[in-house]
């Protein structure tokens, strides 16, 4: 978002400003309402509109806090929540404030009072009782006809009717059953096809430049949504759906690198292709981030969706990046973090319901695949982890089915099924429901 910023529906450039300024604070104010009734988002301070850095870089940046955006919506919001603040550094040496918006909740975030008024005594920035939303432009204005109150009633509704099934299930342990032997098969071709189909693409990157073996060291993680009268997307909309999706996907993991999201940018823009080589099979949508091998502009993400409810994500580990190594010290290939095995899966978890009620699934059968674990141990981002942790096994897979239902309300106890199994070849015994729920709180910050 520094080193690339670009104005989007969930993200807002801002020029440099005086955040004492009353003025100032209510357009930032009608900013955040507008974003968090997006389902969230980021303001990121220090550039125009158009990506150019903005040269009047005041000298220092004490103002940019969480404090300060915390009396701004307090004043001026309702209901009031909490904004995080982040001093991020770009690779030129700066450091720009970016402010993160959580998405509302069961209720729409509105405007409880006026910008200051002006010599015609109208009130500038914010209006008081009015509701924010993102428009095309990018623009924060006031919601008006069902094509703004639409999604966001969709977003209130779902909050509240997730908490109601959570608080009904609460006692109910969820069994995982395994998929019939069709779903089973069906799921594994699908799986193991994409996975051939990637490693084609692998060999085809000439300038593959990754400090490990992508072919052996990555995840894969595929669902396929179950429903007695088969699941149909319109191939036309499939694109702008999962864009939807991710939106509220993002309620409960927001990564900034989010599973299955389809970039419009030539170079990695998704596209429709046949299931089959020969040409023949269902309409997938297909991204491939792999290029020729250069990621000065993307990671090496490949993924596909097809129009009967079928994905598929291929991931090398986070944990090889160059950015990673540098920042760790480690070297690429030794350690895998627990909290990005939870979160990933959390992701994958969380995508395939919000599809499946959206096309009404009866259940979701998933196979998880990681490659590349032997020699490896159980380290993290803030070294939370004791050392000695190391797998020597090489690959787990998981398997499971849920009814949508149980997705929805006992979530955490799904994604230990699926994750838990990966970290025990750590000695990692005590990975539960209890664990992904600690975590859980922190999948939406970067």
Known sequence: MVDFPRETLEIELKQWIDLRDRVAQAKLA??????????????????????????????????????TFGNIVTRLLTPAFQCDVQLVRSSAGLHYPVVRVPS????????????????KGQPQGIRAGTYYVRKPGP???????????????????????????????????P???????????????????????????????????????????????????????????????????LEAVNRDVRETVWT?????????RPEIAAALHPEFAD??????????????????????????????????????????????????GRPAGTWL???????????LVTHARLMAERYKGSSVAFRCTWSGLAGREI???????????????????????????????NWHEVVAQLACPVLNLFGLNDCSAEMVAGMAPRFTKL
């Not at 690198?257 to 970039?263: L, Q």
């Not at 627990?338 to 992701?347: K, L, N």
């Not at 993290?380 to 309300?409: C, E, F, H, K, M």
Request: hydrophobic share 35%; aromatic share 8%; proline share 5%.
């Open 104 to 119: 509302h909740s069961a209720t729409p975030i509105g405007a409880k009072a006026d910008g200051p008024h002006d010599v």
């Open 175 to 241: 069994r995982v059953e395994p998929p019939a032997v069709a779903v089973i098969d069906r799921l594994k071709t699908w799986h193991e096809e994409s996975e051939s189909r990637w490693q084609a693409i692998v060999e085809r990157a000439t300038a593959l430049r990754w400090l490990v073996d992508i072919g052996t060291h990555h995840c894969q993680l595929s669902y396929m949504i179950v429903s007695d009268t088969g699941i149909a997307i319109p191939a036309g909309e499939l694109q702008q759906v």
């Open 256 to 264: 900034g690198w989010s599973m299955f999201y389809p970039f419009t």
């Open 30 to 67: 009608r900013h955040i309402a507008a974003l968090a009734n997006h389902g969230g988002g980021w303001i990121v301070f220090g550039f125009c509109d158009n990506g150019t850095i903005d040269p009047d870089r005041p000298a220092e940046l004490s103002l940019y806090s969480r404090d």
């Open 139 to 173: 623009k924060s204005e006031a919601a008006l006809g069902m094509e703004d109150w639409q999604p966001l009633i969709r977003r209130c509704v779902t909050f509240d009717r997730d908490t109601l099934l959570a608080d009904i299930t609460r006692a109910i342990q």
């Open 337 to 347: 973090s627990p909290e990005t095995v939870i979160r990933e899966t959390t992701e």
């Open 379 to 409: 380290d993290d981002w803030n070294g939370y982890w004791s050392p000695g942790r190391i797998a020597r096994a090489d690959q787990r897979t998981t398997i499971g089915s849920w009814d949508v239902p149980v997705l929805a309300a």
């Open 279 to 328: 040409g023949s099979g269902v309409d997938v949508l297909e991204s491939n981030l792999i290029g020729d091998g250069d990621f000065d502009i993307s990671l090496p993400d490949y993924w596909r969706y097809s129009v009967d409810g079928r994905a598929t994500i291929v991931r090398p580990y986070r944990e090889d990046r160059q950015r990673s190594v540098e920042g760790k």
